[in-house]
Protein backbone atom coordinates (compact mmCIF):
# COMPACT_ATOMS: atom_id res chain seq x y z
CA UNK A 1 0.00 0.00 0.00
CA UNK A 2 1.07 3.82 -0.83
CA UNK A 3 -0.17 7.02 0.42
CA UNK A 4 0.36 9.90 -1.79
CA UNK A 5 0.69 13.53 -1.36
CA UNK A 6 0.76 16.11 -3.73
CA UNK A 7 2.21 19.65 -3.78
CA UNK A 8 3.56 22.57 -5.66
CA UNK A 9 0.17 23.86 -7.22
CA UNK A 10 -0.48 27.65 -7.19
CA UNK A 11 -1.34 30.25 -9.59
CA UNK A 12 0.51 30.97 -12.31
CA UNK A 13 0.33 34.09 -15.09
CA UNK A 14 0.25 32.22 -18.63
CA UNK A 15 3.24 31.27 -20.08
CA UNK A 16 4.85 30.72 -16.60
CA UNK A 17 5.94 27.49 -15.20
CA UNK A 18 5.45 25.23 -12.29
CA UNK A 19 6.83 21.75 -10.73
CA UNK A 20 4.63 19.60 -8.86
CA UNK A 21 5.55 17.12 -7.01
CA UNK A 22 4.03 13.74 -5.83
CA UNK A 23 5.66 12.21 -2.11
CA UNK A 24 4.68 8.71 -0.69
CA UNK A 25 3.94 9.10 3.09
CA UNK A 26 4.01 5.19 3.35
CA UNK A 27 5.36 2.88 0.85
CA UNK A 28 8.10 2.50 -1.74
CA UNK A 29 7.21 4.36 -5.16
CA UNK A 30 9.91 2.64 -6.72
CA UNK A 31 7.54 -0.40 -6.93
CA UNK A 32 4.95 1.39 -9.00
CA UNK A 33 4.19 2.83 -12.39
CA UNK A 34 3.18 6.26 -11.99
CA UNK A 35 0.83 8.66 -13.73
CA UNK A 36 -0.55 12.37 -13.38
CA UNK A 37 -4.14 13.28 -14.10
CA UNK A 38 -6.09 16.54 -13.73
CA UNK A 39 -9.48 17.43 -13.35
CA UNK A 40 -11.13 20.77 -14.07
CA UNK A 41 -14.60 21.89 -13.05
CA UNK A 42 -17.65 20.47 -14.98
CA UNK A 43 -14.98 17.65 -16.86
CA UNK A 44 -13.98 14.29 -16.32
CA UNK A 45 -10.58 13.51 -14.86
CA UNK A 46 -7.95 13.00 -17.57
CA UNK A 47 -4.59 11.75 -18.32
CA UNK A 48 -1.80 14.30 -17.97
CA UNK A 49 1.70 11.96 -18.10
CA UNK A 50 2.95 8.67 -16.90
CA UNK A 51 5.98 6.95 -16.30
CA UNK A 52 7.20 3.53 -15.70
CA UNK A 53 8.79 2.12 -12.49
CA UNK A 54 12.17 2.85 -13.58
CA UNK A 55 11.86 6.02 -15.20
CA UNK A 56 12.74 4.75 -18.62
CA UNK A 57 9.96 5.37 -20.70
CA UNK A 58 7.07 8.34 -20.27
CA UNK A 59 4.30 8.93 -21.84
CA UNK A 60 2.09 11.87 -22.27
CA UNK A 61 -1.79 13.40 -23.60
CA UNK A 62 -1.23 15.38 -26.58
CA UNK A 63 -2.11 18.35 -25.13
CA UNK A 64 0.94 18.75 -22.84
CA UNK A 65 3.37 17.29 -25.30
CA UNK A 66 6.58 19.40 -25.74
CA UNK A 67 6.01 21.31 -22.61
CA UNK A 68 5.07 18.91 -20.04
CA UNK A 69 7.63 16.66 -18.46
CA UNK A 70 7.58 13.89 -16.06
CA UNK A 71 10.20 12.47 -13.89
CA UNK A 72 10.91 10.67 -11.20
CA UNK A 73 13.94 9.92 -8.19
CA UNK A 74 13.60 7.09 -6.79
CA UNK A 75 15.71 7.27 -4.09
CA UNK A 76 13.45 10.38 -2.83
CA UNK A 77 10.49 8.52 -3.33
CA UNK A 78 9.16 11.55 -5.15
CA UNK A 79 7.66 12.08 -9.00
CA UNK A 80 7.44 15.29 -10.20
CA UNK A 81 5.77 16.86 -13.35
CA UNK A 82 7.42 19.93 -14.24
CA UNK A 83 5.14 22.27 -16.18
CA UNK A 84 6.43 24.86 -18.56
CA UNK A 85 4.20 27.44 -20.87
CA UNK A 86 1.38 27.08 -19.23
CA UNK A 87 -2.02 27.92 -20.61
CA UNK A 88 -5.17 29.38 -18.62
CA UNK A 89 -6.94 25.51 -20.38
CA UNK A 90 -4.26 24.01 -17.70
CA UNK A 91 -6.01 25.21 -14.76
CA UNK A 92 -7.51 22.00 -13.56
CA UNK A 93 -6.73 19.72 -9.89
CA UNK A 94 -3.65 17.52 -10.84
CA UNK A 95 -3.43 14.33 -9.38
CA UNK A 96 -0.96 11.77 -9.09
CA UNK A 97 -1.85 8.45 -8.87
CA UNK A 98 0.32 4.97 -7.99
CA UNK A 99 -0.26 1.45 -10.71
CA UNK A 100 1.10 -1.86 -9.18
CA UNK A 101 1.13 -3.21 -13.06
CA UNK A 102 2.67 -2.11 -16.11
CA UNK A 103 2.22 1.98 -17.11
CA UNK A 104 -0.90 2.69 -18.29
CA UNK A 105 -3.06 6.14 -19.52
CA UNK A 106 -6.61 5.03 -17.99
CA UNK A 107 -7.41 6.26 -14.67
CA UNK A 108 -9.62 3.22 -13.79
CA UNK A 109 -6.40 1.37 -13.84
CA UNK A 110 -4.95 3.10 -10.87
CA UNK A 111 -4.42 1.81 -7.44
CA UNK A 112 -3.80 4.72 -5.08
CA UNK A 113 -4.70 8.82 -5.71
CA UNK A 114 -3.64 11.45 -4.17
CA UNK A 115 -5.28 14.50 -2.52
CA UNK A 116 -4.65 17.09 -5.72
CA UNK A 117 -3.07 19.95 -5.89
CA UNK A 118 -4.95 23.20 -8.01
CA UNK A 119 -3.11 24.99 -10.56
CA UNK A 120 -4.44 28.18 -11.85
CA UNK A 121 -2.90 29.75 -15.03
CA UNK A 122 -4.55 33.07 -15.10
CA UNK A 123 -3.58 36.78 -16.04
Known amino acids: QVQLVESGGGLVQPGGSLRLSCAAS????????MGWFRQAPGKEREFVAA????????YYADSVKGRFTISRDNAKNTVYLQMNSLKPEDTAVYYC????????????????WGQGTQVTVSS
Open 97 to 112: AARARRVATASNLYDY
Open 51 to 58: ITWSGDNT
Open 26 to 33: EGTLSNYA
